[in-house]
C-alpha cells in the first residue's frame, strides 16, 4: 500500500508505516465503539497524520542507528574497529567479573601481509581483509566481537568460552583461512595466519593486559 493508505479489516483499520519510500511496518487501530461512530473523514485525517509522524520518526532512528554502527566499524572488513573494539572488550570483562562466567579472546594476524601487497597491491591487499572479515562474520557466533586491531591484526572476544572452547574456535578459524581462495582480477591469492588465544582472569578488567598476553 502507499504512503497514508488505510486498510479496513473487521471493523479494525491498519495504516501502512511508509517515509521516503521505505516500509517499516503498520499502524493497527482497533474497531471505533458504536457510540463513538465509525473512522469518519477527519478521524482518518488524524490517523493518517499519527501514521506518518510515526514513520518518519522510526526512519530517523533506523538512520540514527546505522550511521552509529558505521562510525564503530571498519569500512573494509565490517568488523569493528580498534576504539571500539577495546571499549567492548572492558566492558565484557566487567561483565563477566559480575557474572563469574569465562571469558575468552583470540588474536592473529595475516602473515606475510606485506608480500601480499609488495605482490598484488594495496588493492589486492584489501580484497583479502575483505574476505577476512567476510569469513570472520561466517565461522564466528554472533555474541562474539569481530575487531580489527590494526593493519592486518584482528581480534575476537568471546563471551562464556573458556580456554579450551577458545582453541577450538581459534583453530577452526586459522584452517578456514587457509582453505579460502581469494579471487583477484586473474589471479587466486592464498593466505595463512598466526593465532594467539587467552582465558581472562576471574578479576580481571584491564583490556590492554588481556591483549598484551
Not at 23 to 43: I, N, W
Not at 83 to 102: G, Q, Y
Not at 122 to 137: C, E, F, N, T, Y
Not at 192 to 208: H, K, N, R, W
Amino acid at each position: 500500500p502507499s504512503e497514508g493508505t488505510p486498510l479496513s479489516t473487521d471493523g479494525h483499520l491498519c495504516l501502512p508505516l511508509v517515509a521516503a519510500g521505505h516500509a517499516l511496518g503498520v499502524l493497527g487501530v482497533l474497531g471505533v465503539p458504536d457510540t463513538a461512530g465509525p473512522f469518519g473523514e477527519s478521524r482518518l485525517r488524524v490517523l493518517g497524520a499519527t501514521a506518518t509522524l510515526l514513520a518518519v520518526s522510526l526512519r530517523n532512528a533506523q538512520l540514527f542507528r546505522e550511521v552509529k554502527d558505521n562510525g564503530l566499524r571498519d569500512g573494509l572488513t565490517g568488523c569493528f574497529n580498534r576504539t571500539h573494539a577495546l571499549e567492548a572488550i572492558a566492558v565484557e570483562l566487567r561483565r563477566a567479573k559480575r557474572s563469574h562466567m569465562p571469558v575468552s579472546l583470540v588474536m592473529f594476524d595475516l602473515d606475510h601481509f606485506k608480500a601480499i601487497n609488495d605482490r598484488y597491491g594495496h588493492q589486492g591487499g584489501d580484497a583479502v581483509l575483505a574476505a577476512v572479515g567476510a569469513k570472520m562474520r561466517e565461522c564466528l557466533r554472533v555474541p562474539d566481537m569481530k575487531g580489527r586491531y590494526g593493519g592486518e591484526e584482528f581480534v575476537v572476544l568471546l563471551p562464556e568460552t573458556n580456554i579450551d572452547g577458545a582453541r577450538i574456535v581459534a583453530e577452526n578459524l586459522r584452517r578456514q583461512l587457509a582453505a579460502m581462495p581469494i579471487r583477484w582480477r586473474e589471479e587466486t591469492i592464498s593466505i595463512t595466519a598466526s593465532f594467539g588465544v587467552t582465558l581472562a582472569g576471574p578479576s580481571e578488567i584491564d583490556a590492554e593486559a588481556v591483549i598484551g598476553r
